[in-house]
């Protein structure tokens, strides 16, 4: 059998089986991570929705989105089997609706703690993105969620970041 240090995957335990990462050990740091997803939409719902100040029938879009991908941010550790559960100390997501029907989408959550947060950050923006979809599918079913992805962490053994042309 497979030992983690061989295989590199830290979810994994001395027989290869699924476990949650021992995180007792680490140093407790402030960690923080952003991330984003972007919303295509077909043109005439970027401008119905610019036109509408970002209302559907539903309500206000973006507004909805931010609170939604806050809530999912905080609640990671009961989607994703392995997240430790978190009391966030920081999270905001940013909603940009940009020419071409493209909303970009992202979210930044911040703690002090011994794991990192790019799951919660990873979730909030996608989450946020769904809701996007959501309020907008009476419009069109033409909408694509796309680009989800980790820009940068910070605080643990690895600091990340996209480099400005990965961005």
Not at 102 to 126: D, F, S
Not at 131 to 137: G, H, N, P, S
Request: hydrophobic share 40%; charged share 25%; proline share 3%.
């Amino acid at each position: 059998m497979a030992s983690r240090a061989h295989t590199g995957l830290s979810h994994l335990d001395s027989r290869n089986r699924p476990t949650m990462v021992d995180v007792g050990a680490k140093d407790v740091t402030r960690r923080e991570a952003l991330a984003e997803a972007r919303v295509q939409l077909p043109r005439e719902v970027a401008s119905a929705l610019r036109r509408s100040g970002h209302r559907t029938k539903k309500g206000p879009v973006f507004d909805t989105a931010i609170i939604a991908g806050v809530m999912a941010a905080k609640r990671t550790h009961e989607l994703i089997p392995f997240c430790h559960p978190l009391g966030l100390e920081h999270c905001s997501v940013q909603i940009v609706q940009r020419r071409g029907g493209e909303v970009l989408v992202r979210c930044r959550v911040a703690v002090c703690h011994r794991t990192g947060v790019e799951m919660e950050a990873l979730t909030g923006a996608t989450v946020a993105a769904l809701t996007i979809y959501d309020m907008c599918k009476a419009l069109s079913h033409d909408i694509e969620i796309t680009g989800v992805r980790l820009l940068e962490k910070s605080g643990g053994k690895h600091v990340y970041r996209r480099t400005a042309q990965e961005r």
